[in-house]
């Protein structure tokens, strides 16, 4: 599957046509890696990466992304998710996006049809939200939000939340109906260029409700928080 998302991206490139430049809406690219990051926490510290690659114009863009989190002690995997995305915008600051997302880790792998929004919310706040249909029938939703506040020229804070909603519990996935999981944070970059910043900060998540429940009765506990360096560039 996830040589299938390899190869369709692969595909949405070739598949600009040779004039796309010469005309006023030009197609560009544009990769970013939003957060490549160490992780401590309670001694049992993780490694974790979230970036895409965009490419389109104005009108028409495609979204390839990845999300993954590894135990640096254990050397496993704790998820693993893939998306490839197509992206149109339907007002000044929101665009619609529809694709699939590919979960390679935890076990077992799960393919999802994807249909959300994205854009910038009053007070500058980036704002995303998706709803997903999972090839076992199951429906879920993540809300994500984020801002920068920028505290001297070069030096912002960078406060996020992400969660997660399950419509229908799957025990195989050890994922309870309702809230499932929350992420919050609180990053302090420092801004070299444009594109790249490093920072640190603090990084809580947590599992809620019954999903939380099978993490106990797994011995795990369901929150965890941490302490991250790490950088986001762009180019």
Do not use: C
């Not at 796309?20 to 993780?46: C, F, K, P, W």
């Not at 996935?173 to 594109?195: D, M, N, Q, S, V």
């Amino acid at each position: 599957m996830v040589w299938f998302l390899v190869a369709a991206s692969v595909a949405a490139l070739l598949a600009v046509p040779a004039s796309a430049a010469e005309m006023d809406n030009m197609v560009l690219s544009l990769v970013t890696i939003e957060r490549l990051e160490y992780r401590v926490q309670d001694g049992n510290d993780h490694g974790f990466v979230e970036g895409d690659l965009v490419i389109g114009n104005d009108d028409h863009k495609a979204v390839l992304g990845v999300e993954a989190e590894r135990d640096l002690d254990g050397g496993t995997f704790e998820s693993t998710e893939v998306h490839l995305l197509y992206r149109r915008p339907v007002s000044p600051f929101f665009d619609v996006q529809a694709g699939i997302r590919h979960d390679l880790a935890p076990d077992p792998e799960t393919t999802h049809l994807a249909l959300g929004i994205a854009g910038l919310m009053p007070q500058w706040v980036e704002f995303e939200g998706t709803a997903y249909l999972s090839d076992d029938g199951d429906i879920a939703f993540r809300a994500e939000a984020e801002t920068e506040l920028y505290l001297t020229r070069r030096i912002f804070a960078q406060p996020m939340i992400e969660l997660d909603l399950f419509a229908s519990e799957n025990s195989a996935r050890e994922i309870g109906a309702g809230f499932g999981k929350i992420e919050t944070g609180l990053r302090f970059h420092y801004a070299i260029t444009g594109g790249l910043s490093p920072y640190i900060g603090v990084n809580y998540e947590a599992k809620l409700g019954e999903t939380a429940d099978f993490a106990r009765a797994d011995g795990e506990d369901p929150g965890a928080t941490a302490f991250v360096a790490g950088v986001r560039f762009a180019y």
